[in-house]
């Protein structure tokens, strides 16, 4: 089976002009060090504000691609404050997250708006990368994998076994989120091993083969090589650690 590793950085709402400029531009120089054969893909989610500037200097580096942090799934239209794919077009974004706790829970996204937006973001050529994840006390009540094959099987809804396969899901516990709390590198196996069956039971094993789960939840250069060396972990979405260039070259070389 051969998952080709994402190491993604979620900047979240951080950096301005500037900082944006000196976080990228260690990371492009931190990259053209790197065997581009041996690298995991690596993906960069800046603000909608720094997503011309981050385009307009990766631009002519295959090793690295764009992802927005939301979209609207809607075309166009009167939707203020809101971002289409059209527009996300424009910069060349590859990826595009949705579903991410802090959406969930600060901006009462629903199941059923982020399947929106997954249909949305496929339909326009681009990839959703699906984030899922439990609260802490949902883990202590132990219904945490039946809590996340919910959210993927709604996420998930109406989009085909070819579209699945493209995309990519997150699984993010929330208790891990900025906590400096890994979840424990094998039970992050072990369920993102579940959310895979959830996916097979849904479409088949060779759909669930293919799709790439990413870990995120305090991903750290100390701790992304254990991660990385699990069998059902391939990749890590990252927040805190990818805001300063030197560990988020760290963690793609954790993932070589
Ligand atoms: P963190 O964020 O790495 O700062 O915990 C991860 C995420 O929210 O994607």
Redesign the pocket.
């Known amino acids: 089976m051969s998952r080709k590793p994402i190491i993604a950085g979620?900047w979240?709402m951080n950096n301005n002009k500037a900082e944006a400029r000196e976080l990228i531009d260690g990371i492009m120089y931190g990259v053209s060090q790197l065997d581009g054969d041996k690298m995991p893909e690596v993906v960069v989610a800046p603000t909608y504000t720094a997503l011309w500037q981050v385009y307009d200097i990766i631009k002519n580096e295959p090793k690295i691609s764009l992802a927005a942090q939301n979209v609207n799934p809607n075309p166009s239209g009167a939707y203020t404050g809101e971002i289409s794919l059209s527009m996300l077009s424009d910069f060349k974004v590859k990826y595009v997250?949705i579903g991410?706790?802090?959406r969930r829970q600060m901006f009462n996204e629903s199941d059923e708006f982020i399947n929106q937006k997954a249909i949305a973001i496929l339909n326009s050529g681009m990839i959703p990368i699906i984030?899922c994840g439990e609260t802490l006390e949902q883990r202590e009540q132990g219904v945490t994998d039946v809590h996340l094959e919910g959210q993927i099987t709604k996420a998930l809804k109406g989009i085909s076994a070819a579209d699945v396969e493209k995309s990519v899901i997150?699984y993010?516990p929330i208790w891990?989120?900025?906590?400096?709390k890994?979840c424990d590198a094998a039970e992050a196996n072990r369920t993102i091993g579940q959310i895979r069956k959830v996916v097979a039971k849904l479409y088949s094993q060779a759909t669930a083969d293919k799709i790439r789960i990413l870990y995120?939840?305090?991903?750290?250069p100390s701790t992304i090589v254990e991660q990385m060396a699990q069998s059902e972990i391939d990749g890590?979405?990252?927040?805190?650690?990818?805001l300063k260039a030197d560990s988020f070259i760290e963690l793609i070389k954790g993932a070589m």
Do not use: D, F, P, Y
């Open positions: 979620n979240k997250i991410h706790s802090e984030c997150a993010e891990a989120i900025g906590t400096g890994s995120g939840g305090s991903v750290k890590g979405l990252i927040g805190g650690a990818s």
